[in-house]
């Protein structure tokens, strides 16, 4: 396969070395933009330098955000100003270096809790991702909580690690795992689920947007019915963190949140387990090591504070600088105007896919996310992938990590077209035009 | 990379009108393919005579690669002993892996598979008819129960 050259190489401004700053340096879209303008396209498409490059000799056409975000600029030189300048170990040393990077980690779990608008940073644990949150909850919380008799209540539209996590657990305490079923449209069946809450239910785990269809769940009416019960729920965050107008864990009132910087525009391996610390607190650790204890004899250990508790070893520091660098990225975009821009882009994509011949959307719930999932009567997603590829536009072809929900609709695999703010309505118009090739191949 | 050179017309037939397309029953030994990954599903089923593979047919759901693969695959060995076959495929992979500057000649129709090697995330498509057949002949190699 031949490779095209990046048409644009990522520019690094000088490295400052500036003690225990952590500021992600000058962009355009530093200037505050008037909170109802629209977005301005061009320039946050330029805060992101792989979108400059050239795939199969076409100009990138990146739809495929849902899997992982590319990183703006900010991102990319926080994370490089950190290594060059700040980096050491956190939390150990008096020499300066030390300082600076444990109050760069702190300063981003600042700004996490600041954006979801937790009480305190004691509830904002700093882990690899998504599914590292969840099975946290699942070995530290649910495993104690859960015996014989017990369910642990889910939808068929989870990505799989907010079902086998549950799965392990389940198995090793003797609880059932029951998922909710979806309608047609790809939207909760919450009479399904208000009559399988029940006096068994120990925890409800729930997309709060599902990756595979883009449906956003009623989570705040399901998070109620659960607590009407004193069920707690996590939310798998995943879909939503970037995409919706608002998170704040206070509002929803859920117990656990998780969610992954890779789809939001910040680095891989870091993500945030949001913790009501009343929880968190009760939960005991689990994986022991450095940084997690406060004193430690062979005989026994004394624990940590929250939320060093959960966080035992040498965390990943760059990727937290990266992440709060994300989170002051999409502050300083409007996270309602980055919602709007998408909710657009959703509109438009749905009506010009409609209009090409013998195309199905998987899933249209009436509340959905810039995510679109289809088939193409007589052509195996897996050559749609293919031939847009060749055209320069990336999508995901696949199950989506949701067998189970792909198993409903009888499907082997989808396509699926996810949004993000860089888009735009030109790359609507290179996916119909990708598509008509498709169907000039096939037809 | 040229589309063209990955869905030949060959392949494009092929996929619009597999060969050997169904189930044969009964049948000396059946396996299915699986590929998770994309969800491919392939089942194949065989009649051997005299040690050759007199018949052989295939059904399932795939793209458009393991769907030409597994109807080209099917018209190259119909006929063929277990020691030919395993030789075709030997050199099929080869083929399909980038390993062969230029298919030999009597690879036949089989050839219109060369473009997959400039496209390696499709090697698995095309290869997935090749390992559920050798899985099946592997089975009718089982020693026949008295039972
Ligand atoms: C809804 C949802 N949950 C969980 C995950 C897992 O995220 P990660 O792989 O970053 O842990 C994903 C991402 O693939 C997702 O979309």
Redesign the interface.
């Known amino acids: 396969?031949?490779r095209a050259v990046p048409a644009q190489s990522i520019q690094t401004r000088p490295i400052e070395a500036q003690a225990g700053e952590t500021r992600t340096g000058e962009t355009r879209t530093d200037e505050a933009q008037a909170p109802d303008s629209p977005l301005d396209e061009a320039q946050v498409r330029a805060d992101f330098p792989i979108l400059g490059r050239l795939v199969?000799g076409r100009r990138l056409v990146y739809l495929d955000s849902a899997a992982s975000s590319q990183r703006p600029r900010p991102v990319l030189q926080a994370v490089e100003r950190y290594e060059s300048t700040m980096h050491s170990n956190v939390h150990r040393g008096v020499h300066s270096l030390s300082q600076w990077a444990t109050e760069a980690y702190e300063q981003a779990r600042e700004r996490v809790r600041r954006f979801i608008n937790a009480r305190s940073v004691r509830e904002i644990v700093f882990v690899r991702g998504t599914t590292e949150a969840i099975n946290l909850v699942a070995h530290s919380y649910a495993r104690a909580e859960l015996g014989p008799g017990d369910e642990v209540l889910i939808t068929l539209l989870e990505h799989h690690s907010n079902i086998v996590p549950w799965q392990i657990v389940c198995a090793a305490t003797g609880a059932r795992l029951r998922a909710v079923p979806v309608l047609a449209n790809g939207e909760l069946d919450l009479a399904a689920y208000h009559s399988m809450l029940s006096d068994r239910t120990r925890l409800v785990a729930l997309a709060h947007v599902s990756n595979a269809l883009g449906t956003v769940l009623p989570v705040q009416e399901l998070i109620r019915a659960a607590h009407a019960r004193a069920v707690p729920v996590l939310l798998d965050g995943a879909q939503a963190i970037a995409h919706l107008p608002v998170v704040d864990v206070q509002a929803l009132d859920c117990d656990f949140y998780a969610f992954s910087a890779h789809k939001m525009y910040g680095p891989t391996g870091i993500g945030v387990l949001y913790g009501r610390e009343s929880l968190l607190a009760a939960m005991p650790p689990w994986q022991g090591g450095g940084d997690m204890i406060r004193s430690v004899s062979i005989e026994e250990t004394t624990y940590n504070e929250l939320p060093a508790k959960f966080e035992a070893g040498t965390p990943n520091i760059s990727g937290a600088v990266g992440l709060g660098a994300a989170v002051d990225y999409l502050e300083r975009l409007g996270r309602e105007r980055v919602a709007a821009h998408e909710q657009r882009l959703l509109e438009l994509a749905t009506s010009r896919l409609a209009s090409v011949p013998h195309l199905h959307l998987v899933g249209t719930a009436a509340h959905r996310a810039a995510v679109i999932s289809f088939t193409i009567d007589g052509?195996?997603?897996?050559?749609i992938g293919?031939?847009l590829d060749?055209e320069g536009i990336a999508v995901r072809?696949?199950?989506h990590c949701a067998m189970p929900l792909?198993q409903f609709y009888g499907?082997?695999?989808t396509a699926r077209a996810s949004f993000a703010v860089y888009n735009g309505a030109d790359d609507v118009e290179r996916l119909v035009a990708g598509l008509q090739r498709v169907r000039e191949?096939?037809g | 990379?040229?589309?063209k050179d990955?869905?030949r017309e060959v392949v494009?037939d092929h996929?619009r009108s597999p060969r050997n397309f169904g189930r044969l029953e009964p049948a000396d030994a059946e396996a299915q393919g699986h590929n998770p990954?994309?969800?491919?599903?392939l089942h194949l089923t065989l009649r051997l005579q005299d040690e050759r593979l007199s018949d052989l047919r295939f059904e399932g759901?795939?793209?458009?690669?393991s769907v030409a693969s597994a109807s080209l695959m099917s018209e190259a060995v119909k006929g063929r002993s277990r020691a030919e076959i395993a030789q075709l495929y030997d050199e099929v992979h080869a083929m399909l892996t980038g390993r062969l500057s230029h298919p030999p000649a009597h690879l036949g129709k089989l050839a219109a598979l060369a473009g997959v090697a400039?496209?390696?995330v499709?090697v698995k498509?095309a290869s997935l008819c090749w390992h559920t057949l050798n899985a099946a002949l592997e089975r009718a190699n089982a020693p026949v129960s008295t039972e």
């Open positions: 396969m031949s199969n052509v195996h997603p897996h050559d293919t031939v060749s072809t696949g199950h792909m499907l082997p695999a191949l096939f | 990379m040229d589309l990955l869905y494009l996929n990954l994309c969800g491919d599903r759901q795939g793209c458009a690669i400039e496209f390696p499709r498509c």
